[in-house]
């Protein structure tokens, strides 16, 4: 029997405590009674993609997940969520800060309002994460960095690795950060997700075509560009191909993207049981539509419960695609570039 692609998510793990259908933001001295519960929900990239990944019948003992976790209750909190999986952790304890924390204020008929504490994040330690890629030899890798203490040595800690299809889910960085922290990286990386503000912000550009083109530039096969209900495009130096969303009645978008991409690391091992960079190289308009048609089936499962993992599913995912992956499907365009 072949043994299970080993994936491995390392990067920013917080605990999202969500105030979800308020009516709208308190003003100074001022209270608001939310009308939904006020709900706390594991988060952050290395953790939802991992928990995503076994939500639909990946492995988890195929799974690595690399985090910088505090004493704290918050991160017993994660601690507990993720030991309900077999998960293969490397997780550093910073016993001075607690885990990182992001208070998300949702307005009706708003988007999201964030506000984040970086805590434990800031600690995670380059040689921590090279020690944890070395035991597991992972054979795709996902990471996020932009408030973590690996943000200034993902290049570095990337260019060691043979072989391995690296997935860079971009974020904007935190403000003490370079702008562009993630650039010097994009060499070793093979698929660049993100969206229209976060490609803008890493790159500097001031249109999405530019950004893309930047980000092609340096290195990476595809860049994936998610815009929530409004759908998905995968571009490479051949082709655009623009897809629309799927419908769906959205509780909470928080996790959609690290949910998207979990949908791009399970297509792609379906696809090449072990992808690499001549997988992507070898992919037709065709297969990019397929891929963006799965990973967004994945990513909306997260939009229809509270939390970043708690709305995916194997059966929810399955009735997307049956549902509504063939009219997607007919509607998406491709271009030349």
């Known amino acids: 029997m072949t043994e299970p692609t080993r994936v491995m998510a390392v990067g920013t793990v917080m605990?999202?405590?969500?105030?979800?259908?308020?009516p709208h933001i308190a003003e100074p001295g001022h209270v608001v009674y939310a009308q939904h519960e006020i709900e706390s929900h594991i988060g952050g990239h290395p953790c939802d993609v991992a928990i995503d990944l076994a939500e639909l019948g990946y492995?988890?003992?195929?799974?690595g997940l690399v985090a910088a976790l505090g004493d704290g209750m918050y991160g017993s909190y994660v601690t507990e969520v993720i030991r309900r999986y077999d998960f293969e952790t490397?997780?550093?304890?910073?016993?001075?800060?607690?885990t990182g924390k992001n208070l998300v204020l949702k307005v009706e008929g708003e988007d999201r309002r964030f506000h984040i504490d970086p805590g434990a994040n800031w600690f995670l330690d380059p040689a921590h994460v090279a020690d944890a890629l070395a035991h597991f030899e992972p054979q795709v890798l996902t990471l996020r960095p932009g408030y973590t203490g690996i943000d200034l040595h993902v290049a570095e800690l990337l260019s060691d690795l043979t072989g391995?299809?690296?997935?860079?889910d971009l974020m904007q960085p935190h403000p003490s950060?370079?702008?562009?922290?993630?650039?010097?990286?994009?060499?070793?990386?093979?698929?660049?997700?993100?969206?229209?503000?976060?490609?803008?912000?890493v790159t500097g550009a001031s249109r999405l075509e530019d950004a893309v083109a930047d980000l092609l530039h340096h290195g990476p096969q595809v860049v994936l560009?998610?815009?929530g209900a409004a759908g998905a495009q995968a571009v490479?130096?051949?082709?655009?191909?623009?897809?629309?969303g799927l419908r769906i009645d959205v509780v909470d978008p928080t996790g959609c993207g690290d949910a998207f991409c979990a949908g791009v690391i399970e297509w792609l091992v379906g696809f090449a049981s072990t992808p690499t960079r001549t997988t992507l190289e070898g992919?037709?308009?065709d297969d990019l539509a397929e891929l963006l048609a799965h990973a967004q089936a994945v990513g909306a499962s997260a939009a229809t419960k509270t939390g970043c993992v708690e709305g995916v599913s194997r059966r929810l995912v399955d009735e997307l695609r049956t549902s509504q992956v063939s009219r997607v499907l007919a509607d998406t365009r491709t271009e030349a570039r």
């Open 59 to 63: 492995p988890a003992d195929a799974i």
């Open 164 to 168: 391995v299809l690296v997935l860079l």
């Open 90 to 98: 490397f997780l550093q304890r910073v016993p001075t800060h607690d």
């Open 236 to 244: 490479t130096s051949a082709h655009t191909v623009t897809q629309p």
């Open 225 to 227: 560009l998610t815009s």
């Open 283 to 285: 992919l037709t308009p």
């Open 177 to 201: 950060r370079p702008f562009d922290l993630v650039i010097p990286a994009l060499p070793f990386v093979d698929i660049v997700h993100c969206n229209r503000h976060e490609a803008m912000a």
């Open 15 to 22: 605990v999202d405590v969500l105030a979800v259908g308020l």
